[in-house]
């Protein structure tokens, strides 16, 4: 007997229902980013490895899904490294490339491979899959969607109020309520040299960058089995409770870091950020996302430079939904120093699992036909194939009920199918040279001309 079949751990199949409301996602996210001038690109699932490792800190390459070479794979491979299990040594022997951990590092590659044809700065979105060798959890997969946006060429910190823009409107359009939380990695680089720990700012941040997921125990004993003394863990704890307002945070931290130049620019920078955001966020046209200076705030990817940017649904206990940042010189590692670059990367997968949670999608987002047209027989077929061709042609979801069946059976097929509209084509309806439109919701039903039809249906859009 053949084993039963299988998707692999972390990955999913989407029903037709599931891909409407997908659909609605990306949609609603790649409208805004048009809205707001940014072209869209894509790159292959897969990468050099070269390209990839590195990147992301020493938890994100373990977390890399890496591809075999093709052919006779262990011709040339140093056969000691098997017997030893040296597997990391190994699998670079092994492997060349791998499939895409995000779209920042290959759209940094992208960048530097097609400068020659870009105008800086540089506006792109990209929806696309990617995936990591996480362990599956709810909210979080192994090959999942991103839609970024990132902005390069640029050095402005009117970048990244825009981007605030951009999260505040796809969320006001999806009806979730959210935070967003704001630091800067010169402020927490300033805070590792406040705690007589300069040299050790990706230790740190990789360790409180788990803190929502591990509690804060867990992130200080990390920290103590790094190295970094009990003192220096002492000294950290109360700056990443800093509470009160984002203003009153703001001036702590420029008394704690009031010896660190790079800290104390961080922290003006914050300030300018968050200053031009709250102002536009008290304009109507912007929504109402509240923004939140985070010091806790850490995102360990290690490209980030400047301003970093994660997203919280207020309503619904998942991680992040969104994040993003200020990275100034990710191009440096394909020969293009000095590029600055800022982004934000949208969850579409956690985002669809919000709007479920909280039933936020709208009620028309599974219709994928508008109206259904009867078949009754060979003339009356005829004909609906030829006014369904009318309606699509007008840009109305037409399809035409392929057998001829009972009434009982073809309108059941419509409610299971979510079609709002049945048209009617029998005897009477071919005589006349008419349809009979009937709304499954409610039951009413009308003799009219195809034009007429047409009209009405419009006129609910």
Request: hydrophobic content about 40%; proline content about 3%; aromatic content about 8%.
């Amino acid at each position: 007997m053949a084993n039963k079949p299988s998707t692999p751990k972390g990955t999913r199949d989407f029903s037709p229902i599931e891909m409407a409301r997908r659909n609605y996602i990306f949609d609603t996210i790649k409208s805004v980013f048009r809205l707001h001038g940014f072209n869209q690109i894509e790159t292959p699932a897969m990468e050099n490895l070269s390209t990839l490792m590195g990147k992301y800190g020493e938890e994100g390459d373990k977390l890399l899904f890496k591809i075999l070479n093709s052919g006779d794979y262990l011709r040339g491979v140093d056969h000691q490294l098997i017997d030893n299990g040296e597997t990391l040594k190994l699998a670079s022997q092994l492997c060349e490339k791998g499939l895409r951990y995000d779209l920042t590092v290959p759209f940094a590659r992208y960048v530097v491979m097609h400068r020659n044809d870009l105008q800086m700065p540089f506006r792109r979105f990209q929806i696309q899959p990617v995936w990591r060798a996480d362990r599956p959890q709810k909210g979080r997969y192994r090959e999942f969607y991103q839609c970024d946006a990132d902005i390069v060429g640029s050095d402005s910190l009117w970048n990244e109020v825009e981007l605030i823009d951009i999260i505040r409107e796809v969320f006001k359009r999806l009806k979730i309520n959210v935070a967003i939380k704001l630091n800067n990695r010169k402020i927490l680089a300033g805070i590792a040299e406040a705690i007589g720990q300069p040299d050790r700012l990706i230790d740190i941040t990789v360790a409180i960058d788990k803190l929502d997921k591990i509690g804060l125990d867990a992130v200080n004993a990390e920290m103590l089995e790094k190295g970094i003394s009990q003192e220096s863990v002492d000294r950290l704890l109360p700056i990443l409770q800093l509470s009160g307002s984002n203003e009153e945070q703001l001036e702590k931290l420029r008394e704690i870091l009031a010896d660190s130049e790079t800290g104390l620019k961080g922290v003006e920078e914050m300030a300018t950020v968050l200053a031009h955001a709250s102002k536009a966020e008290n304009a109507d046209t912007n929504g109402g996302a509240r923004i939140d200076l985070d010091v806790s705030l850490a995102r360990g990817l290690n490209y980030y430079t400047g301003t970093i940017i994660e997203v919280k649904a207020l309503d619904y206990q998942i991680g992040s939904i969104t994040g993003g940042g200020r990275y100034d010189n990710l191009t440096g590692v394909f020969g293009m120093p000095g590029l600055s670059g800022v982004g934000i990367s949208f969850g579409a997968d956690r985002i669809y699992d919000v709007l479920e949670g909280l039933d936020l999608y709208p009620a028309d987002v599974l219709e994928s036909t508008k109206v259904m047209f009867t078949n009754f027989g060979e003339n009356e077929m005829a004909y609906a194939q030829k006014a369904a061709a009318e309606f699509r042609a007008a840009g109305i979801a037409t399809m035409v009920y392929p057998e001829t069946a009972k009434m009982k059976k073809q309108f059941s097929y419509a409610d299971a199918m979510n079609i709002p509209y049945v048209a009617i084509v029998g005897e009477q309806e071919l005589a006349e040279g008419k349809i009979t439109l009937k709304e499954m919701g409610t039951g009413a039903q009308s003799l009219v001309s195809i034009t007429e039809a047409i009209e009405h249906l419009y006129g609910l859009d």
